[in-house]
Each structure stands twice: as C-alpha cells, then as structure tokens.
C-alpha cells in the first residue's frame, strides 16, 4: 500500500473546504475517505477533526455524507479510534 502524506490529506481537506458546490465538496471527501489509512491512528487523530467541521457544513448531502463517512467506517474499527473521535467531538 502506498504512503499517504500529511500535505496530500491536508490539501484534500483543503479542497472541499473551498470548494462552492456539494458534487465538489463531495468528490474532495470521497477521494479524502479513499487516501486516508483507517489503520494510522495518528494521521486519523490528526485529519479526523477538520472531516468533523464538515458536520456544520450548509450542505445537508455534505453533512449526511460525512456521518455516514464517521459511523461506517470508524464505527467498526478498532475501539481507541473510535474514543478518540468522540473525545474530539465532545471537545467542540
């Protein structure tokens, strides 16, 4: 499997960020979901939080897309991950 760098991630995030219409907020945060390792709890602490801030998005299908994102597919990962998030998410 091929590294993933942290300026790869952080320009993913980045881009949905920008980006002004959902199929682009969408597209950022599906290639984002791909990129990013579920194994590395560290890169997961560390890019979890800005994918979180996507919760508030004006976009009801970003939003719905990133629940589905967290719950799916850190539900049934390994339990620490999973902690780690919801510490975050109570943090905000």
């Given at each position: 499997m091929?590294?993933t760098?942290?300026?790869?991630?952080?320009?993913?995030?980045?881009?949905?960020?920008?980006?002004i219409d959902?199929?682009s907020?969408?597209?950022?945060l599906?290639?984002l979901?791909?990129?990013?390792?579920?194994?590395?709890?560290v890169?997961?602490t560390e890019f979890?939080?800005?994918?979180?801030?996507?919760?508030?998005?004006?976009f009801?299908?970003?939003?719905k897309?990133?629940t589905?994102?967290?719950?799916f597919?850190?539900?049934?990962?390994?339990f620490?991950?999973?902690?780690i998030?919801?510490v975050?998410v109570?943090?905000?």
């Amino acid at each position: 499997m091929a590294v993933t760098s942290r300026e790869k991630l952080a320009s993913l995030v980045h881009s949905a960020k920008l980006a002004i219409d959902i199929p682009s907020k969408i597209e950022s945060l599906r290639r984002l979901k791909v990129e990013l390792p579920q194994e590395d709890p560290v890169l997961l602490t560390e890019f979890l939080p800005p994918i979180f801030d996507f919760l508030s998005d004006q976009f009801s299908p970003v939003r719905k897309f990133v629940t589905e994102y967290v719950l799916f597919e850190h539900l049934f990962c390994d339990f620490r991950i999973l902690l780690i998030a919801l510490v975050l998410v109570v943090e905000f």
